[in-house]
């Protein structure tokens, strides 16, 4: 079974790191957390490419790459505590990125965001409530004139019907709210049976995963909202960790807060591995992963308070055929087939021990035979079984030999 192995261990921010976001066709992560400071490393050398000093408008909850259907990414967004959104472009990946446009979003701190590479659509959500943006010559202009505001913390926001609805949760009224985005209207909207720390919805959309902050991940069916599957794990302070999804692996990721990252396969929710992002059992709640055509790409970060927090990328390689099992199967093989001819060989052996007794055996019984005229009917009677048992053994000895020895 492959797994997640160590690339490198990035070292910068002195406090809680809140939000990751990778792109891989520029091959360059984005970092931020209760700083203020987003940085931009190279993921091929674990170095810092860019810092970008942004206290003043508080802790960034969030940072999102904006790109156009396939191509390369030239710009993302950061949400702050203090409800605005930043935008920064570079022209090309070598060029420094470059302060584009903000926009006050919310009056609470900026909670989550999703994009739409279609529409060119941004959702967010902060202080109970959700915006749609429209990204045209560089600005943002609102879609919802009167946005819907609950007296909750909207937790996650994601764009579903191929951008054409919107899926908001919130924390603690265990509630899913499905909106229509034009015209903008309530479609569905439903209760769990748990709270929502944090989901994660696969591009397919038919499906959602729900850390119920409880014991585990819950998937559920969208839109019956049926469980499906659970994968647990511990949850030891009640902490909300970040989900992340490979599709191309199959594989649900989930943060922890004793130190572990848990990969689990989403198909059948068997426990694939426990990654170890550090040993002193602190929180890696902030967890993103990233797919091409032949890896995936994990990173976890850790999220104490006051503390100096790493970075750590992982790399699951994603083999056509694995060595280890090709040579396990060819050992199988040439073991199986090396006891085969053992224990054929053996048999033969035996065989020709017990005819070679036989025949001992009748020459005796001749001797006899010709010795005492009132023995003569019994010898006569034990010839006759013993030549035709020796019938018998001369064929199974011929069978054995014909047995296939691989």
Known sequence: MAEFKLQHTLRRHED??????????????????????????????????????????????????????????????????????????????????????????????????????????????????????????????????????????????????????????????????????????????????????????????????????????????????????????????NAIVQLAFAPVADLLIAGGDDGFVRVFDHRTGKFMQRVSHTRSGSEVRTITCAEDETSCVLVSAASARKHACDIKVWSLERNTADPSATKSHASNTQSTGFRSRNCATALLLGVVVVICSALITMLMLYWVFLSSEDLKPLVMALLEALLLRLKHLTQDASTISEWPTE
């Open 16 to 237: 809680a790191i809140h939000t990751l976001a990778i792109s891989l066709k520029s091959r360059t992560l984005l970092s931020a957390g209760q700083e203020g400071l987003i940085l931009a490393w190279n993921l091929q050398s674990g170095e810092i490419e860019q810092e970008i000093d942004c206290c003043f408008h508080g802790p960034v909850a969030c940072v999102i790459w904006l790109y156009q259907s396939d191509t390369e990414p030239r710009a993302f967004a950061a949400g702050f505590a203090d409800g605005t959104v930043h935008v920064y472009e570079r022209t090309s990946t070598s060029s420094a990125f470059q302060f584009s446009n903000m926009v006050r979003a919310h009056d609470g701190p900026v909670e989550n965001m999703c994009w739409d590479p279609t529409r060119s659509r941004l959702a967010t959500v902060g202080a109970g409530s959700v915006q749609i943006w429209s990204w045209t010559n560089r600005a943002f202009t609102a879609l919802i004139e009167d946005p819907p505001r609950k007296p909750y913390i909207a937790r996650t926001v994601h764009f579903l019907d191929k951008g054409a609805s919107v899926l908001v949760s919130y924390l603690e009224s265990h509630e899913l709210h499905c909106y229509g985005i034009e015209p903008w209207s309530l479609k569905w909207a439903r209760p769990l049976p748990t709270r929502i720390g944090d989901s994660c919805l696969p591009d397919v959309g038919s499906f959602l995963f729900v850390s119920n902050l409880k014991n585990g991940v819950d998937k559920y069916a969208i839109p019956t909202l049926e469980r499906i599957e659970s994968f647990p794990h511990p949850i030891l302070r």
